[in-house]
């Protein structure tokens, strides 16, 4: 049994609750190595679960978008939360009673709390969610925007639910009615205002944004939620339209081949919750691969660019990699390695130097998020990036962003602290980054939310309005 043969058996074994205990007497060093990579995934999700558990406020279910920061909601950290409950009680951190009561507030309250066109006093509108809201009261904080793609993160966190509590129990039909509620009410078609595509958002001041989303990024769960309504769905020319632009994004970068964006969340968020495996569009049928390819690809030439390090920053390498949206330190252009060098805070950031923000900070739960598409890297970065600095960038909910680039002591900074002989290190868990990475160990580990997502209806629904073919939607996977 080769290292990687024997990573796959001993997780699923763990998965499953089995202690492992006959493998590990076979097993040669690179088995145990297998088992304390588990070992390592297992308190990894244990953590990652626990901040949705410990930091939500249980009256509304409403999560911080960061801790320990105070801080407002993010509705996008609420989708993955409402996805955390199943996998902790799966998993036994909870019962499953737990859960779903947890999930029950949560609904209960996102389905009763009021919408409309005021500027004040609402949490939504047209079904739509504001990005950010009063984590007591869960109205509208300060002056954001409604959110088109927030909401729908919101709103595959609550279609996993409806389809994970599946019992006659009177409170999982509940749950069930809820999440379909929730999700019926959101008028994808409001939001077309630049037809066929769908706007990014809207705030009662000044009506939609001048912007749509178009071309390959985050916002394909949104289109396949709005495709797949049973109320309010787009036609199957929006998705046309969404992926016209997609020739411009495809080309070769660091040894791979592949439709590029240059943040890795970009390549995770719509498969924290949607399998696919061997799904195919037309866009895919015709250059032969699928989405999950292309995301594994995506993290191949992530951990290349690192390796290749063409902006010099400390720290890169072929077990240090991992370059997304997250906090950084400051924005300040502050002198690096001979020249003058762009840092920013919080950024979508990417591989391809100063214009995509890359200023030497790694955020691990890129390379995490990214497990299911490519164990082989990711776990070998996962365990040197703990091995090496886990008394640094390793805490109560798992790993932190850091910049080991970032020494500078005088500065005033964004976020975070800077470590005396080590460089900058975060100070704050976000939602949208433990949330995606809880989700992809355990779809690794056990497909624990993709084998619920399968059967859900909207989820089918949306994939063959767009074109998809093949894979489990065909049943010949």
């Not at 080309?251 to 399998?275: A, K």
Request: proline share 5%; aromatic share 14%.
């Amino acid at each position: 049994m080769d290292r990687r043969d024997f990573l796959t058996a001993a997780l699923a074994a763990l998965a499953a609750g089995w202690p492992g205990l006959a493998l590990a007497r076979t097993a040669t060093d690179a088995d145990a190595g297998a088992l304390a990579d588990a070992a390592l995934l297992d308190d990894l999700e244990r953590r990652s679960f626990d901040f949705f558990w410990q930091t939500a406020n249980p009256a509304n279910g409403l999560v911080p978008d960061r801790w320990p920061t105070p801080s407002f909601s993010s509705v996008a950290a609420v989708g993955f939360a409402l996805s955390a409950y199943p996998i902790g009680a799966a998993r036994g951190f909870v019962t499953r009673v737990q859960a779903r009561d947890r999930v029950l507030a949560t609904l209960a309250f996102l389905h009763d709390a009021p919408q409309g066109p005021e500027p004040h006093g609402n949490t939504g509108y047209k079904g739509f969610f504001y990005h950010f809201l009063d984590m007591a009261s869960g109205t509208r904080f300060g002056r954001v925007e409604l959110s088109t793609i927030d909401t729908a993160l919101l709103v595959a966190g609550a279609l996993h639910c409806a389809a994970w509590f599946d019992s006659e129990h009177p409170d999982e039909r509940r749950i069930r009615e809820l999440a379909e509620a929730i999700y019926a009410r959101v008028d994808w078609r409001w939001a077309q205002v630049r037809l066929p595509t769908i706007a990014l958002g809207w705030k009662p001041e000044s009506g939609h944004s001048a912007e749509d989303y178009r071309g390959y990024n985050e916002s394909m769960l949104l289109y396949l939620l709005a495709l797949g309504s049973p109320t309010h769905a787009v036609g199957p020319d929006a998705w046309r339209a969404w992926t016209a632009p997609y020739g411009r994004a495809w080309g070769t970068h660091h040894g791979q081949t592949y439709l590029h964006y240059h943040p890795l969340f970009v390549h995770q968020f719509t498969q924290c919750w949607l399998d696919l495996r061997g799904v195919r569009d037309e866009w895919m049928r015709r250059h032969g691969i699928d989405y999950f390819e292309n995301s594994r690809r995506a993290t191949y030439a992530q951990r290349a660019y690192a390796i290749a390090n063409p902006e010099g920053w400390a720290g890169y390498g072929p077990d240090a990699w991992g370059i997304t949206a997250c906090d950084g330190p400051v924005d300040a252009f502050i002198e690096f390695g001979g020249r003058m060098r762009r840092f920013v805070s919080y950024a979508g950031r990417g591989m391809g130097g100063a214009a995509t923000y890359d200023d030497g900070t790694i955020a691990p739960y890129a390379a995490g998020s990214s497990l299911p598409f490519a164990p082989e890297i990711v776990l070998p970065a996962l365990r040197a990036m703990r091995a090496r600095y886990g008394e640094h960038i390793y805490g109560r909910y798992g790993f932190l962003a850091f910049n080991r680039s970032f020494t500078f002591k005088d500065v005033k900074l964004t976020h975070g602290r800077v470590v005396p002989g080590f460089g900058w290190v975060d100070s704050d868990w976000l939602g949208i980054e433990v949330g995606p990475l809880l989700a992809m160990l355990a779809n690794c580990r056990g497909e624990l939310v993709w084998k619920s997502m399968r059967r859900s209806a909207p989820v089918k629904r949306g994939l063959a309005r767009a074109g998809f073919t093949g894979g489990w939607l065909d049943g010949s996977a």
